[in-house]
């Protein structure tokens, strides 16, 4: 009698592709699954390679990840209110400029606009209605803006850390130790979630 199959079993059509450990030995020692070093704790990108600051402009904070070789990536703070009011959209196109023309040349990056810490880089529009001047945060040269923010606003929600950047800034060296002063610490920045200033 021939065998009957299944009906209505689904197969897994990734099961071909899932990690199979298979035994290997290195002069006669086994060597252990990659898996087996999994970290779920291991540091983020951004905890090894950026400091966090933050600038607060009317009562919103935004979040500068400064990297060692002096690269910022402008942000949302985590406790943005645009968040908790949903974020629609994003434009570059603050009036007299539309920020994402910004071209950049060489190492040195010519041709990038000049920003200062107050200056307008972007407008967010949050599902109220309610339209935030996003700041520059920080005095320096315009390098790229996140485009992709102009098509899928809402990626904003799921982003990871560091992900769903405005722009990148890139300050002079002579202007890094006044910038730095003039931005937030992570711890206070902590201080003020406390006192609920932010």
């Not at 060597?31 to 009562?59: A, E, H, L, M, Q």
């Not at 200056?119 to 315009?142: F, M």
Request: glycine share 8%; proline share 6%.
């Amino acid at each position: 009698m021939p065998a009957i199959e299944a009906v209505g079993a689904e197969e897994d059509p990734f099961e071909p592709y899932y990690f199979q450990h298979e035994e290997q030995k290195i002069c006669g020692e086994p060597v252990s699954p990659i898996t087996d070093w999994y970290d779920p704790n291991y540091p983020s990108v951004v905890d090894r390679f950026f400091t966090r600051y933050y600038y607060i402009k009317g009562g919103a904070p935004y979040q500068v990840l400064y990297h060692s070789n002096r690269i910022c990536l402008i942000c949302l703070a985590p406790t943005h209110p645009a968040y908790g009011e949903g974020i629609a959209s994003v434009s570059y196109d603050v009036g007299n400029m539309d920020r994402s023309q910004n071209v950049v040349k060489g190492k040195s990056k010519k041709g990038g606009m000049i920003l200062q810490a107050d200056t307008t880089l972007a407008l967010l529009t949050t599902e109220t209605g309610t339209v935030y001047k996003i700041p520059s945060c920080i005095r320096g040269k315009l390098v790229e803006v996140n485009t992709a923010l102009q098509t899928d606003a809402k990626q904003l929600h799921q982003a990871a850390e560091g992900a769903g950047y405005f722009a990148i800034l890139l300050p002079k060296i002579e202007n890094c130790s006044d910038i730095i002063s003039n931005l937030l610490t992570q711890q206070q920045y902590d201080e003020q979630l406390k006192k609920g200033e932010t």
